[in-house]
């Protein structure tokens, strides 16, 4: 099973900008995943904020960050990125990737899928926080 690991979180200012970095570790690849970003917000569930299917052609990404947040591939295909830029205090959560454990679920260009159940190999996340 996929080990990831989360970075890049931080604190910051509205309108600031962060870059998250989701890697394998332990020999592990993300190499042929569809991944997801996913983020849990003090007293609420867990939410898919952008997934990006096993081969990079199908993306989604939350109503709320569209425009703001980009998901990407490295080059290396073993970690993924959340570029976050004009940041608001309600992207304060704490912020998780995960896969889509290889079952390619993240296909339907229309309505891709990234619901936090269909997902696992949770790594441990890392805390963001938006504040003046």
């Known amino acids: 099973q996929v080990q990831l690991v989360e970075s890049g979180g931080g604190l910051v200012q509205p309108g600031e900008s962060l870059t998250l970095s989701c890697a394998g570790s332990g020999g592990s690849s993300l190499d042929g995943y569809a991944v997801g970003w996913f983020r849990q917000a003090p007293g609420k569930e867990r939410e898919g904020v952008s997934c990006l299917s096993s081969i990079d052609s199908v993306t989604y990404s939350a109503n709320a960050v569209k425009g703001r947040f980009t998901m990407s591939r490295g080059n290396d295909k073993n970690t993924v990125y959340l570029q976050m830029n004009s940041l608001k205090p309600e992207d304060t959560a704490v912020y998780y990737c995960?896969?889509?454990?290889?079952?390619?679920?993240?296909?339907?260009?229309?309505?891709?899928?990234?619901?936090?159940?269909?997902?696992?190999?949770w790594g441990q996340g890392t805390q963001v926080t938006v504040s003046a």
């Open positions: 995960a896969t889509d454990l290889g079952r390619d679920i993240v296909t339907n260009y229309d309505d891709p899928e990234c619901s936090p159940p269909e997902f696992g190999s």
